[in-house]
């Protein structure tokens, strides 16, 4: 098993890069981004695909040449609500300038097929579905789960 364990690289900006190849695991990627107000955290997905979890704080979220404006509703992890999300596919930019202090967690993984380039396919409430895949970004929210600990998308 891996060591699990991964110190920060600092306090702001991108405070973790995990990459399959550097933490040993087989497929996903994980990326922290700690963000002042004014500041902006962006990257492209590649033959990966994304989804940007607002852990705290608000933001604005652009993917794809997409604006979807300023996201996230609670302003700690404590709030007691589900975190903002934007799912990205493959192939697609994204960036995100902070409004707040906020935190910003970047989930990957291998995209499962090769996307089409236009239109819209719509997928289910889960990531792990079957359902095809969205060609562009999409806004999505997590649901709170009382007496455990609050989800990311799925």
Known sequence: ??????KPD??????????PETAGW?????????LSPGD???????GREAILVLVEGHA?????????GLMG???????????????????RDWRAVAETDCTLAVCTAPARAAVRRSGWAPRGSSLRNAAP???????????????TWPTACW
Do not use: N
Not at 60 to 68: I, P, V
Not at 138 to 147: F, G, L
């Open 10 to 19: 600092g306090t702001r900006g991108q405070t973790h890069a995990i990459t």
């Open 133 to 147: 895949a969205p060609t562009r970004a999409t806004s999505t929210t997590s649901r709170w789960k009382p007496a």
């Open 40 to 46: 902006l955290a962006k990257a492209q997905t590649g």
């Open 1 to 6: 098993m891996t060591d699990l364990l991964r």
């Open 73 to 91: 509703d609670r302003m700690t992890v404590f709030d007691r609500k589900p975190p903002h999300c934007l799912y990205v596919p493959p192939g």
């Open 26 to 34: 087989g497929y996903v990627g994980f990326d922290l981004w700690r």
């Open 60 to 68: 604005r979220l652009a993917a794809g040449g997409e604006d979807f």
